[in-house]
């Protein structure tokens, strides 16, 4: 069990050395700000849709898709029981502001996968981990660009659902249903092996620059009045530890019950213990808004998380077994 604990917790350290770098290259304006918009757009219009793009072509095929396509299914249990979590949890925390509470419905159905899971799925078991953790997140991916933006749309800032079909279809989804044919109709045997080995380079990217960037942006904020907030600390508790040892207990429970593999138990409990996502900043400060209390979210949960994360894997690894993808 330690092993495991230690294995999961040097990952944990990359990420949040990656997150200080980032935070440290803003406060010490090593770099001019322009470079927050380029990292953006490389990370979300580049290095993201390769590895993704990637993980399908090398691990897709029909054979894959039949196997593992119940757990999408999964993965919208997963998704519409953190939506229910946040209307529980939110309103008790937002202090009766309604764009606050918001924030924190989506903060709470909507973890970080993409800086807390994914990298720890690619360092650990590879594309197919990544390909996995896709599709276990394809619900969640549909929920974050419809119900989730609806969360951090201000009164004056709303949309038709026109504009949220739009977000829906974002590069990403559109590079994930292209990467799923591409894999099924066995691309890797005949696309030439520059071009696999040129996307293959450029998905390493999106880890280390997606972190970069992250702890580029917190640093944008006071971090004393981040940490300060005792309303975050009640937030991670339920974030990280609350929410996990739930669905911990659930699948405990529903293992032998539904003959769910460890790996999909694993994704159950890794998914749910990631920390606050970016878009609880970038969203409000799109619409200026207070960006106080997503920033302080983010922040502050991605640090516990260095420390919660490795505990709920140890748990969740020693209750369902190892996780083999």
């Known amino acids: ?43 979300t219009m580049l290095f993201l849709p390769c590895l993704v793009l990637n993980a399908y072509i090398v691990e897709c ?3 894959s898709l039949l196997q593992y396509g119940p757990w999408v299914l999964y993965g919208a249990c997963f998704t519409l029981l953190g939506i229910g979590f946040a209307y529980l949890f939110a309103p008790r925390l937002s202090g009766g502001h309604a764009y ?23 360092a650990m078991f590879g594309t197919k981990g990544v390909f996995l953790g ?13 119900w989730g933006i609806m969360q951090l749309q201000p009164a004056h800032g709303r949309h038709d659902l026109r504009f949220y079909l739009r977000r829906l279809f974002n590069l990403n989804f559109i590079t994930l249903v292209i990467g799923m044919v591409l894999g099924v109709i066995g691309a890797k045997n005949w696309i030439p092996s520059i ?17 970069l960037l992250t702890g580029f942006t917190i640093a944008d904020y006071p971090i004393f009045d981040m940490i300060a907030n005792a309303k975050v600390y009640l937030f ?18 529903l293992q032998p019950l539904l003959q769910m593999p460890a790996m999909l138990c694993m994704l159950f409990v ?10 609880s900043v970038v969203f409000p400060a799109a619409y200026g808004e207070d960006c106080r209390p997503g920033a302080s979210m983010v922040l502050v949960s991605s640090i516990l998380s260095l420390v919660t994360l490795p505990v709920m894997y140890t748990l969740v690894t020693a209750l369902c077994g190892t996780p083999t993808p």
């Open 1 to 43: 069990m330690l092993t495991t604990f230690l294995t999961v917790f040097e990952q944990m350290v990359r990420i949040i050395l990656l997150l200080a770098l980032g935070f440290m290259f803003n406060k010490l304006h090593l770099i001019p700000r322009a470079a927050e918009a380029v990292l953006s757009k490389f990370t």
């Open 61 to 63: 095929d029909f054979g």
């Open 100 to 122: 606050t509470e918001g924030v924190y419905r989506y903060t709470f159905a909507m973890p970080n996968t993409g800086a807390g899971a994914t990298p720890l799925l690619l």
């Open 134 to 146: 896709q599709m276990f997140c394809f619900a969640q991916s549909i929920a974050t660009y419809t």
């Open 195 to 211: 071009v696999l080995t040129t996307i293959s380079d450029l998905s390493d990217g999106y880890v280390p620059v997606a972190l």
């Open 236 to 253: 991670s508790l339920l974030r990280l530890i609350v929410i996990p040892c739930i669905y911990l207990v659930l699948v405990w429970q």
């Open 270 to 279: 890794l998914n749910s213990s990631c920390p606050a996502g970016m878009n």
